[in-house]
């Protein structure tokens, strides 16, 4: 089945550090979604993209859609120990009776020392 | 404030016994999907059902599994027999039917459950 190659597993970095994570496929997708899970949490959508190239942001949290279809990336600028947690990529490229099948990738655990 | 309400939180239990999970979606919405998450796999579709109706079980397994909506405020997730393979959190996830085609899920806190 489609999977998705999220990288890197984890980041340890300091307060104030920028954050950089990726997802990547063998697929084509037609939509890219990250989301953030806190611990005891269910994940919580931060970005949807929707169309190659697009470019989103959502505060300090920007998300790009890859012209490829096939990638996504992730960044968060000035990290503040709130955005500790995993975040997940998510993909989808098949509609299921009106629904999209969504993806996930294996997650990124980001960890900041104050 | 709107969520998605899952019970029980917790549950651990015997192999072979009976295990059912609960989901009360965000009023409104209609569709719900049924997520299980293990380290080793990750977050994985297991049903999802669309104005009650189930559409998509093909990441559940048949033989043990069942997902039912008997309302609209109501949707089950039932495991027997268990088995410790099982032991995972199972997440329940509700939308809307434009929302839920462009992904956008809101999810509930989970049931943690560990079959021994």
């Known amino acids: 089945g489609q999977q998705l190659n999220q990288s890197p597993q984890s980041m340890f970095i300091q307060e104030g550090e920028d954050v950089s994570m990726n997802c990547t496929s063998s697929?084509?997708?037609?939509?890219w979604l990250w989301y953030k899970q806190d611990p005891g949490e269910g994940p919580v959508l931060l970005i949807a993209l929707y169309k190659a190239g697009e470019l989103t942001s959502n505060g300090r949290l920007t998300a790009q859609f890859g012209i490829t279809r096939k990638d996504s990336f992730l960044n968060i600028s000035a990290s503040i120990p709130s955005d500790v947690g995993i975040y997940f990529c998510a993909g989808s490229s098949a509609l299921i009776q009106g629904a999209q099948k969504l993806v996930f990738g294996q997650g990124t655990r980001l960890t900041i020392n104050p | 404030d709107a969520r998605v309400t899952q019970t029980p939180r917790h549950k651990v239990t015997e192999m072979g016994q009976e295990v059912t999970m609960r989901c009360q979606p965000i009023l409104g919405h209609n569709t719900v999907f049924w997520y299980r998450q293990t380290m080793m796999q990750g977050l994985e579709l297991l049903a999802y059902?669309?104005?009650?109706?189930?559409?998509?079980d093909s990441g559940m397994p048949k033989d043990r599994f069942s997902a039912e909506m008997p309302d609209a405020t109501l949707a089950t997730l039932k495991i027997q027999p268990s088995e410790p393979r099982d032991s995972a959190v199972y997440f329940c996830a509700s939308g809307l039917t434009r929302t839920s085609v462009t992904g956008e899920l809101f999810f509930g806190e989970g049931s943690r459950l560990t079959v021994l």
């Open positions: 697929s084509i997708f037609n939509t």
């Open positions: 059902f669309r104005n009650r109706a189930p559409l998509d």
